[in-house]
């Protein structure tokens, strides 16, 4: 394997690496790796920064440490003192030739990350901020320090964290909150894939280990180049199962509009991302992302699609919306899953980070990196036993792999959920929301509630038989919901609060007619009658409530 050394600092006050920023890797000279190995060193065992005037003791001469910053592209600032301040990434741990130092950091990466996946499984809140030290807790055998300093380093990691909160000196993480993208990762890879990633080498060198080893070359293949014209990255959206995503502008738009790219990550996950951009391009409906434009053969993968303002649905504020608002919000998810079902294509990952808003208001579905194309025999073949999907949206029969032959009913089960979601803000673990608190008839127990609730028996099911066959079924009892909702319509069930029909003010009361078999409700404000006579099949109905 060809060897090589390179080096990335980066200054106290930027903190972390644009994602899916790729580096020229260069070969360094001796001095470059001792200053590489210093600034990790310190920080590995003291969690301390390094000045600019350290570093000039160890070099005597400005020019590697200018070499390092601006040959390399180093980003770098003034820190929190006069002088500037230099902090690892993980690619300094991985180039700065100390196969032990390396090994160390490496290890500090996979501990936390293994064990914030299992915080994430146990205790996940998208609006918590864990502190660190609960982390720390939840460890047995590494000390502290590691922690710490895997910490500091897996911020770099796209999809591990939503957001990181560190002290004065940025040289510890203090709490963060965690992504749900972190349940894609493997520990044990997450650092290959990461130099991999960031480099333009075809495959991630080793440190040197030797002296013999000091003059090393370069790999030839490298990757076209980024980002691919004629498109300009504003800013990172971050990290998804197959790959990364930015906000990109288009150069000379003289409107300035704002488009979404994705770049694939995962070599390994090639048929997948075509499978994404075949059913993006295939399914031209108002309800689904829309794509703009595709890579060529002999570039990177990726492609552009519009960018949808209003954050996806698990962000947006929904609290000002009524009912039915929100109900036909639902509606258009529905209306382009049975739109990708007529078209045999399952989503295979509905959830609410993969529903976004544009700026008008309008709903789409996105992210189809887990779709399958039933009419693609050979594709129906790879992917049908896996498993797919987020963990709390996923169907249970397809959870573990378990199912042979794909259906729609399961993103019938992701669709239940999400209406739970969009009317809760809350995330169903299993199917339980007919119990306890997750019963939303208690918070609601107008008929409107119960008319949705027709809606969760015949999704938010553990067997697909007992779920409506495709998501064009579901849109025809979503319509009779809102029907109703919109008319004012009463259920039949005596236990169910009925608001009086003619003045708005009272409520129905049961009375049973002596000596019939009739039945009545009668207003408790205007008096109001509504009469029911008991012939079938209506002489039962009032004896269910």
């Known amino acids: 394997m060809v060897s090589c050394s390179c080096f990335v600092l980066f200054s106290v006050e930027h903190g972390e690496l644009p994602v899916g920023y790729n580096f020229e890797v260069m070969p360094l000279t001796e001095?470059?790796?001792?200053?590489?190995?210093?600034?990790?060193?310190?920080?590995?065992?003291?969690?301390?920064?390094?000045?600019?005037?350290?570093?000039?003791?160890?070099?005597?001469?400005?020019?590697p440490i200018t070499n390092l910053r601006d040959r390399l592209r180093i980003i770098s600032a003034q820190g929190i003192s006069p002088q500037q301040m230099y902090l690892p990434t993980i690619?300094?741990?991985?180039?700065?030739?100390?196969?032990?130092?390396?090994?160390?950091?490496?290890?500090a990466v996979e501990v936390v990350i293994n064990e914030l996946i299992l915080l994430f499984r146990k205790d996940y809140n998208v609006n918590t901020q864990y502190p660190a030290f609960t982390l720390r807790q939840a460890?047995?055998?590494?000390?502290?320090?590691?922690?710490?300093?895997?910490?500091?380093?897996?911020?770099?990691?796209?999809?591990?964290?939503?957001?990181?909160?560190?002290?004065?000196k940025t040289t510890e993480v203090t709490s963060f909150r965690l992504n749900e993208h972190i349940l894609t990762l493997e520990p044990k890879d997450v650092w290959d894939e990461y130099v991999r990633s960031h480099t333009t080498l075809e495959e991630a060198p080793k440190p040197e280990t030797t002296a013999s080893q000091q003059t090393p070359k370069l790999a030839s293949k490298k990757t076209s180049d980024w980002p691919p014209s004629p498109w300009r990255i504003v800013e990172s959206l971050g990290e998804g199962g197959q790959g990364w995503t930015f906000k990109v502008r288009r150069s000379g738009d003289s409107n300035r509009n704002l488009y979404v790219l994705k770049r694939l990550k995962n070599k390994e996950r090639l048929s997948r991302f075509r499978s994404e951009i075949a059913a993006l391009t295939k399914l031209q409906h108002p309800g689904i992302l829309k794509i703009v434009e595709t890579s060529?053969?002999?570039?990177?993968?990726?492609?552009?699609?519009?960018?949808?303002?209003?954050?996806?649905?698990?962000?947006?504020?929904?609290?000002s919306k009524d009912l039915?608002?929100?109900?036909?919000?639902?509606?258009?998810?529905?209306?382009?899953?049975?739109?990708?079902?007529?078209?045999?294509?399952?989503?295979?990952?509905?959830?609410?980070?993969?529903?976004?808003?544009?700026?008008?208001?309008?709903?789409?579905?996105?992210?189809?990196?887990?779709?399958?194309d039933l009419n693609d025999a050979q594709e129906r073949a790879t992917q049908t036993l896996e498993a797919v999907g987020a963990d709390r949206y996923i169907a249970p029969e397809v959870a573990k792999g378990r199912?042979?032959?794909?259906?729609?009913?399961?993103?019938?089960?992701?669709?239940?959920?999400?209406?739970?979601?969009?009317?809760?803000?809350?995330?169903?673990?299993?199917?339980?929301?007919?119990?306890?608190?997750?019963?939303?008839?208690?918070?609601?127990?107008?008929?409107?509630?119960?008319?949705?609730?027709?809606?969760?028996?015949?999704?938010?099911?553990?067997?697909?038989?007992?779920?409506?066959?495709?998501?064009?079924?579901?849109?025809?009892?979503?319509?009779?919901?809102?029907?109703?909702?919109?008319?004012?319509?009463?259920?039949l069930n005596t236990s169910v609060r009925q608001q009086c029909m003619f003045c708005v003010v009272g409520e129905y009361r049961a009375q049973r007619v002596a000596a019939t078999n009739a039945f009545m409700y009668v207003c408790s404000n205007c008096g109001n009658v509504q009469h029911f006579m008991g012939s079938p099949p209506l002489n039962m109905w009032w004896k269910e409530g």
């Open 31 to 63: 001095i470059e790796r001792e200053i590489t190995k210093s600034v990790a060193k310190l920080f590995y065992t003291q969690r301390e920064a390094t000045s600019h005037e350290q570093l000039l003791r160890l070099a005597d001469d400005p020019r």
């Open 91 to 107: 690619l300094a741990f991985q180039y700065c030739g100390d196969e032990s130092l390396r090994q160390n950091a490496k290890r």
């Open 139 to 168: 460890l047995s055998g590494p000390i502290p320090d590691q922690v710490a300093v895997g910490l500091f380093l897996v911020k770099e990691i796209p999809g591990v964290f939503s957001g990181t909160q560190l002290n004065e």
């Open 296 to 319: 060529e053969e002999s570039e990177t993968p990726f492609f552009v699609a519009e960018y949808c303002e209003g954050y996806d649905l698990s962000k947006a504020n929904l609290s």
């Open 324 to 372: 039915l608002t929100k109900l036909q919000m639902f509606r258009q998810v529905c209306d382009a899953v049975a739109a990708a079902h007529n078209a045999n294509i399952l989503h295979r990952d509905l959830k609410p980070q993969n529903i976004f808003i544009r700026k008008d208001g309008s709903v789409v579905v996105g992210d189809f990196g887990l779709c399958i």
């Open 403 to 491: 199912v042979a032959e794909p259906q729609a009913a399961s993103d019938l089960y992701s669709l239940g959920k999400v209406l739970y979601f969009i009317l809760s803000r809350k995330t169903l673990i299993w199917e339980e929301y007919a119990e306890g608190e997750d019963d939303l008839r208690k918070q609601d127990p107008s008929p409107n509630m119960h008319f949705i609730y027709e809606i969760f028996d015949m999704t938010i099911t553990k067997r697909p038989e007992d779920r409506y066959s495709n998501a064009t079924a579901l849109l025809k009892s979503l319509d009779s919901v809102i029907e109703r909702v919109q008319l004012k319509a009463h259920i």
